[in-house]
């Protein structure tokens, strides 16, 4: 097969192209374009093509990973919204979870609580009842939503969101409504918080399905033009679409449930980070991806990437299966900045694609992280990207010394050297987060570092956090478009049964896995090619008595064994919080399913440029860079020019296209067997 993945950034759109067949690829970095982020991503598909000397119809699958979802949440530029629920709750998306921590800091009295998603004219109570156990209370009046029906259709609402009382147990209300709505609404995107996220807790349950709603029509939007402009170009390979939790899915899945995008595109680099840490043999990983926008900290342990369940964006709760990935605003073009007490900051604006870092010279005046890189020596002005994006040097001094070295009375290298440090420490205290807070210690763990500004940064965390390896992949900078083309397709699906574990028959729970199971099997099924083979995962969401969040634990395959579960749950709860209650009941919350098909590329991707006649390791240049507190010359190395085995002794640089990664004395770094640039410190 041919692959493409193509993965949009706030800064850049990546593609990268992968032959089968010829055991070869191509990659590519195009400008991100904001505005309309298909174009942007349309002119990522023909730039390859024309790289390749390929044709749109040879290519048999694209798979698209974007941050587009994000974006629109943090921004408020979704569709639209109305809410229909039960009467007496049209305020619960203002009242929130106040037992919570959904505020930034638990301890800032000047906490402004964000946007409400959906203006309280627009929240729409109907009178019907369904208690806890799924019996109708008080039954629907379909006149009163056909009313509201009504007065939908005379707005601008693009988008409706139906979320009623305990719909987890039994959706027929939910179902009835939606049906309504669609006859009379048959324009509007229509989602409802059964389909979207049947569990237990009426705010994350309806703040998860009016977060569906805002994103649905965008989104399709989206899915529509980009797949009509491949279509157009000749293209008439799968399309898929890669979802928060590390799989890839069907453009009409992601339709219906556009919540899933939320983290899709620093998916595809864990996503991955996980083929090549099982050729590698790495059980327990750190990945550190540094884009133009944010820096993304995230988990491989015991060979399988963190997942959680649940998460906070903008402080909006979204409950979706998530890869378990935090970030900071210190990007490479997070803005640096001097507050009021004198103190340099990063981010978390960003000069983004447009107009981008001050050496990009698109017009950006401040300051970013890039802009200290390359006065520092650590980014190369003539051969970033290959030498197709020459930066600006001096408009770089220029931003750095109006902005920061004017202002604390030192000069444009201390101002640069102190903008690095700040953006260190942010990634590092990030690191620390992923791992220390929940019983990790750090020095067991490598660290794999990718997206552009990833390598740059690399040694300086990994001896901040005293990790003695650090793994650098093939094409680093477009590593997360890289995992569009090696993830497989994915499903997953819940039910909530909350009910202490103990209690529980486990023939009837083994039931209950089975008939999930047979559910999320049809479903993806109904979406991969015929004669892939399917499998599926499980696992529980369990808690104990009187605690406000679950944890949620992975059970094998066979007989369900809920001893088993108790001991899963109380290793994790042991690991992360120090203690377990052996005398306290354990409630089961819900049990989850995950329905998995092998569909992506198992190849290995050159770091070199293919030569079979490489020479002795040799030098391609000298470059000045600030290094043990002065600028000093150190050598450059070419990676595509680096044979397996080659050892590189630092002080030293090794260059590529899309990254570059600084060698610090004492260190060695060589290239191994699957052409990982690996560095011992």
């Known amino acids: 097969m041919r692959r493409v993945g193509i993965d949009v950034g706030g800064t850049f759109t990546d593609v990268v192209l992968i032959d089968d067949e010829l055991d070869r690829h191509w990659s590519v970095k195009v400008p991100t374009t904001p ?40 921004e408020h530029k979704g569709a639209r919204t109305a809410l229909v629920t039960t009467k007496g709750f049209r305020d619960i998306l203002e009242i929130r979870r106040v037992s919570r921590h959904d505020r930034a800091d638990l301890y800032d009295l000047q906490f402004e609580a964000p946007r409400e998603l959906v203006k309280r004219r627009w929240r729409l109570e109907v009178d019907e009842r369904i208690d806890a156990k799924g019996n109708i209370a008080k039954p629907l009046d379909e006149e009163e939503v056909k009313a509201l029906a ?40 229509i989602t409802t918080s059964h389909e979207v996220n049947p569990e237990l807790m009426e705010y994350e349950r309806t703040s998860t399905v009016v977060m569906n709603a805002m994103l649905g029509p965008v989104c399709s939007r989206y899915i529509r033009t980009f797949k009509g402009a491949l279509r157009e170009l000749g293209f008439g390979g799968e399309l898929l679409f890669m979802q928060s939790n590390g799989g ?15 983290e ?33 900290v995230s988990l491989i ?9 649940s998460g906070l964006l903008h402080s909006y709760t979204v409950r979706s299966p998530t890869i378990d990935i935090d970030s900071v605003g210190a990007g490479g073009g997070s803005i640096a900045w001097i507050d009021v007490g004198g103190g340099v900051r990063i981010g978390p604006e960003s000069a983004a694609a447009d107009p981008g870092p001050a050496c990009y010279g698109r017009g950006g005046t401040r300051p970013t992280v890039t802009d200290c890189n390359l006065v520092l020596g650590y980014i190369d002005p003539d051969s970033f990207l290959n030498g197709t994006f020459p930066l600006d040097v001096e408009a770089a001094r220029r931003a750095i010394e109006k902005h920061l070295a004017e202002p604390l009375g030192t000069s444009v290298l201390e101002a640069a050297r102190t903008v690095r440090a700040v953006a260190n420490a942010l990634m590092a205290q990030a ?85 999930l199971e047979d559910e999320v099997r049809a479903d993806l099924s109904s979406y991969v090619s015929g004669g892939a083979d399917i499998r599926v995962t499980r696992r529980v969401d369990c808690r104990y008595a ?97 044979r397996d085995g080659d050892r590189v002794h630092g002080p030293a640089v090794i260059e590529e296209a899309s990254s570059c990664l ?15 640039l690996i560095v011992e410190l």
């Open 546 to 642: 009187g605690q406000p969040e679950a944890m949620t634990v992975d059970i094998g395959e066979g007989a369900v064994d809920v001893a088993g579960i108790r001991a899963a749950f109380e290793a994790a709860h042991m690991r992360q919080w120090n203690f377990i209650k052996p005398d306290q009941p354990i409630i089961c919350v819900n049990i989850r399913a995950r329905a998995e098909a092998e569909t992506g590329w198992r190849g290995t991707i050159r770091s070199n440029d293919g030569t079979s006649d490489l020479e002795p390791l040799q030098t391609s240049r000298v470059r000045r860079l600030y290094l043990g507190g002065e600028m000093i010359d150190v050598p450059v190395f070419k990676r595509g020019r680096l």
């Open 301 to 309: 342990r015991d060979s399988k990437p963190e997942l959680r369940t």
């Open 431 to 515: 690191m620390r987060l992923m791992t220390v807070e929940r019983g990790y210690d750090p020095r067991d763990f490598v660290y794999v570092c990718y997206g552009g500004a990833g390598p740059v940064h690399a040694i300086d965390l990994a001896s901040e956090l005293e990790i003695r390896k650090v793994v650098v992949p093939a094409l680093p900078g477009l590593f997360s478009a890289f995992g569009m083309t090696v993830a497989d397709q994915s499903i997953d699906r819940q039910t909530s049964i909350e009910s202490e574990l103990a209690a529980l028959d486990p023939e009837a729970l083994a039931a209950m896995f089975a008939s």
């Open 662 to 676: 600084v060698v610090d004395t004492g260190h060695v770094a060589y290239l191994d067997a699957f052409s990982n």
């Open 35 to 74: 505005a309309d982020r298909v174009i942007g991503a349309i002119e990522g598909f023909k730039a390859i093509l024309e790289i390749s000397a390929y044709k749109s119809e040879d290519i048999d699958f694209v798979g698209h990973g974007t941050t587009m979802a994000t974006n629109m949440v943090v």
């Open 150 to 189: 009504d007065q939908l259709a005379g707005s601008d609402i693009e988008a409706v969101a139906v979320c009623l009382l305990h719909s987890y147990t039994n959706p027929a209300h939910e179902l009835r409504v939606a049906e309504i709505l669609r006859e009379r609404l048959p324009d509007r995107f």
């Open 264 to 296: 899709s595109g620093p998916a595809g680099g864990v996503s991955a980070t996980t083929r090549v840490t099982e050729r590698l043999g790495l059980s327990n990983s750190i990945l550190g991806d540094m884009g133009g926008t944010t820096f993304d």
């Open 248 to 262: 890839l899915a069907h453009p009409d899945f992601v339709e219906a449930r556009p919540v899933v995008l939320l």
